[in-house]
């Protein structure tokens, strides 16, 4: 399964795309889309969505892992942030991406075990991860690997505790029908044949 990373910006979007198989982690790609700063906002958003369909073409991943809005004391930014995030959203759903949000709280815990963890310990830990030769740079680039690497570790993390769960139902299972099968052959003279 391929994941797709995204780090939203209004400047800058980093994109991060990895696999996830039974061999574990491999990262594919990580990229940035830069956005010039004298376009209006919707040529931007326009730019972020051609670039996403061109390297979705490519590396044809099934989901995309997305940053969620954090509360800033800028609203003007966070407004902004929010239409490049409705943007992706709308990207996701037209391409029949499955999707998902973590907020950076969050992906920081999963990915160095500390939610408040520096970018720079989020890019050694994403170098370490994917065994990369190098830092993933720019930190949007390493964020968007991040991102992906939430979500993989995330679905490998349910997977593991769905399969946990039937093989304890099951085990469960078998334990009453042996317990059921100990008491009968113990009480055969209980048992009334009709």
């Known amino acids: 399964m391929v994941i797709v990373g995204v780090d939203p910006g209004s400047l800058k979007?980093?994109?991060?795309?990895?696999?996830?198989s039974q061999d574990g982690l491999r990262h594919i790609a990580h990229h940035v889309i830069h956005l010039p700063k004298h376009k209006e906002l919707?040529?931007?958003?326009k730019c972020i969505y051609d670039e996403l369909a061109k390297l979705i073409n490519i590396y044809q991943p099934s989901i995309l892992s997305l940053e969620t809005s954090y509360y800033g004391k800028n609203a003007q930014s966070a407004l902004k942030l929010g239409q490049v995030r409705g943007a992706i959203i709308v990207f996701a759903k037209n391409h029949n991406l499955d999707f998902v949000e973590f907020s950076p709280r969050e992906v920081k815990k999963v990915v160095t075990g500390k939610g408040s963890a520096t970018k720079q310990h989020v890019?050694?830990?994403?170098k370490s991860i994917l065994s990369l030769e190098e830092l993933p740079k720019p930190f949007d680039a390493s964020d968007g690997l991040a991102l992906a690497v939430c979500q993989a570790l995330k679905s490998k993390e349910t997977y593991l505790t769905q399969y946990e769960n039937h093989r304890t139902t099951k085990r469960h299972k078998s334990r009453q029908s042996e317990s059921?099968?100990?008491?009968?052959?113990?009480?055969a003279h209980r048992i009334i044949s009709g």
């Open 123 to 126: 890019a050694y830990m994403i």
């Open 42 to 45: 919707p040529d931007r958003l």
């Open 180 to 187: 059921w099968s100990r008491y009968v052959e113990t009480n």
């Open 13 to 20: 979007t980093g994109l991060g795309f990895i696999e996830l």
